[in-house]
């Protein structure tokens, strides 16, 4: 994959990205230690593709126009406010391109399609140990005190 020598160009993902998609997302998961079953990814590619679930998905984009990082974001109503919130689900930049502004222009970009669907919040989670984009993060959003329970449902 090539590193990005000028400014990324963001944009929605497309059903044509799916082969650069795929390595960068697995990579993501790899990153996470997370296995997903095939079918799981596929159906992610196609919602985030459709928008549907209040999903949406941009890509950073070489000189090439090939991918070189993804954000995953979700809106969703909110109890606090009139407007709704954004959850920044996944954000990954290949380490090729890091060490730019990739993940932060991404960041922005979802920020920015959030606030035109009407969300007055954006907020995101990563791992304790992610010195590395908590150091991006920290320029980008205030900490919260919030800790996260998780409990897997049946089904």
Do not use: K
């Amino acid at each position: 994959m090539l590193g990005v020598s000028t400014a990324p160009t963001v944009r929605p993902l497309r059903p044509d990205d799916h082969r650069a998609w795929a390595v960068l997302w697995a990579d993501y998961l790899r990153f996470y230690r997370e296995d997903l079953a095939a079918d799981v990814t596929a159906e992610t590619f196609r919602r985030l593709c459709a928008g549907t679930g209040g999903l949406f998905a941009l890509v950073a984009c070489d000189e090439d126009d090939a991918p070189v990082g993804l954000a995953h974001a979700v809106l969703h109503p909110s109890t606090w406010s009139t407007g709704g919130s954004c959850y920044l689900e996944d954000l990954f930049v290949d380490p090729s391109a890091r060490g730019g502004d990739v993940g932060r222009d991404l960041i922005e970009a979802v920020a920015a399609e959030a606030a035109r669907r009407g969300a007055t919040t954006l907020y995101w989670q990563t791992q304790a140990y992610n010195g590395r984009a908590r150091s991006l993060y920290d320029g980008m959003g205030h900490l919260s005190s919030s800790v996260i329970y998780e409990r897997d449902l049946p089904g």
